[in-house]
């Protein structure tokens, strides 16, 4: 087991005034109370296995928050830790390095410390209201995973929903999200890293599959809240893996038609010098901000839901699920037996739900205590296959947006080549799935 940090913002507290000092605010009977009735669900999250240490800022507000937290896990000794206060992270490493490597520590702390310390440890920006708590994973010295976030008030229905499904469906977001942030830091870390940008789209697909199933739970503008902000993030990456994708096939092709394109190197080097100016834009400054937005937005749409009474106005979401998870099943099945054979657009349309698919099974086996084996495989094998022409489709996309730009002549003949050369490719491969079609059941 690897160390756990839970930071835990102090609750509701007295107002400044001159009369008193900062140091002395005490919570205010309201901040006892919403802390009394959230803390408790505290051990729903907390394993108890591990040994737990409580450390307080010495600041009254912070030391009263701490002992009603001590209290509901069983009167845990609080340790005051000037640090806190003052928000050195160095002290708080270093302490924490002293412990074992299976404890949990509670740190009972102020804003804008929280906020920042998660940052430099997770890459992520938290809004820590009075009463907010996250928890942070130490892998290494170097590297740290955010594990959950609650607000007061997920935290204070934590406890009333136990492990109904509800509390699983708001974890599996939480989960998703995060892979998510974690990516997305990766990527800032390595952006020439193909693998990195590959899985970040992966996984932004991935949890827009999940919310698309949920999707009949949900108000419609509840629905678009989460929707249109993981699709801009999704399209925001798009250019950068088609490139990545584009590079990789265009090497192939050099390899098997060496006579195809007069100046192979500059046909290269232009795409290359396309993917570095597409990374430029990614890793400024102004784009890291827009995603990691979004990125804490969704996560915050996630906390606010409040799946309980959605789940419970259904028959139950086992059944809800089996439902739904048919349902896709058919249209897949549907959109299969209908296509010609004829379009690329429509194959590549056909993988996209044929990846759907296999990410709700993924997601949702696990809930339903059901591994839906052979229809996990069946659509991973079909998307496989679809995805030979679907990797061309796109290809042949980007490749227009570079015949649209001035090249010298010999670059632009060459760009109509591969063009050319990927169009008939496209139409070989429509025509051998036409002959030999999948047959999904």
Excluded at 58 to 65: D, G, K, V
Excluded at 85 to 95: F, H, P, V, Y
Excluded at 270 to 292: D, G
Aim: proline share 3%; aromatic share 8%; hydrophobic share 35%.
């Amino acid at each position: 087991m690897k160390q756990q940090i839970w930071l835990f913002r102090h609750g509701i507290a007295e107002s400044k005034n001159n009369d008193k000092p900062d140091y002395d605010r005490a919570l205010t009977p309201k901040g006892k109370k919403e802390l009394e009735s959230s803390v408790p669900n505290l051990r729903y999250l907390l394993d108890t296995q591990r040994p737990i240490f409580i450390w307080s800022s010495p600041l009254t507000r912070a030391c009263e928050t701490a002992e009603i937290i001590s209290q509901a896990l069983g009167n845990q000794k609080i340790i005051q830790k000037e640090f806190i206060a003052t928000g050195d992270i160095g002290l708080l490493t270093a302490e924490i390095k002293k412990l074992s490597k299976e404890s949990t520590v509670i740190v009972v702390g102020h804003e804008p410390t929280l906020s920042d310390w998660t940052e430099q440890l997770t890459g992520v920006s938290l809004p820590f209201d009075k009463g907010s708590s996250a928890a942070i994973q130490l892998k290494s010295s170097s590297e740290s995973e955010l594990l959950w976030f609650h607000q007061p008030e997920s935290l204070k229905h934590l406890g009333s929903m136990d492990t109904h499904d509800s509390i699983k469906l708001r974890m599996l977001l939480q989960y998703q999200l995060r892979k998510i942030q974690s990516l997305h830091n990766a990527f800032l870390e390595a952006p020439s890293d193909v693998e990195i940008i590959h899985q970040f789209r992966v996984q932004i697909r991935h949890f827009r599959s999940l919310l698309s199933f949920l999707k009949p739970l949900l108000a419609e503008n509840v629905y678009q809240e989460a929707k249109e902000p993981a699709k801009e993030a999704f399209k925001q990456f798009s250019r950068l893996r088609e490139l990545d994708v584009l590079i990789d096939r265009v090497q192939t092709i050099i390899e098997e038609e060496p006579d195809l394109l007069e100046d192979s190197a500059s046909v290269l080097t232009a795409i290359t010098e396309a993917r570095e100016k597409e990374k430029r834009r990614l890793v400024h400054s102004s784009n890291q901000k827009k995603i990691r937005t979004i990125l804490i937005n969704l996560l915050e749409w996630a906390e606010t839901i409040d799946w309980f009474p959605l789940v419970a106005e259904i028959e139950g979401f086992t059944t809800f699920a089996k439902k739904r998870i048919k349902k896709k099943y058919q249209q897949l099945q549907k959109n299969i037996s209908q296509l010609d054979y004829v379009e690329a657009k429509e194959i590549h349309e056909a993988r996209k739900r044929a990846k759907t698919y296999r990410y709700v099974l993924k997601s949702f086996s696990p809930l339903l205590k059901k591994n839906y084996k052979k229809e996990r495989k069946q659509a991973k094998k079909l998307q496989k296959l679809l995805s030979r022409i679907t990797d061309i489709y796109e290809n042949i996309v980007i490749l227009n947006s570079f015949l649209s730009t001035e090249q010298d002549e010999t670059l632009k003949k060459d760009f109509i080549a591969l063009h050319q050369y990927e169009t008939t490719q496209i139409q070989k491969q429509l025509l051998d799935l036409k002959q030999h079609p999948f047959n999904f059941h």
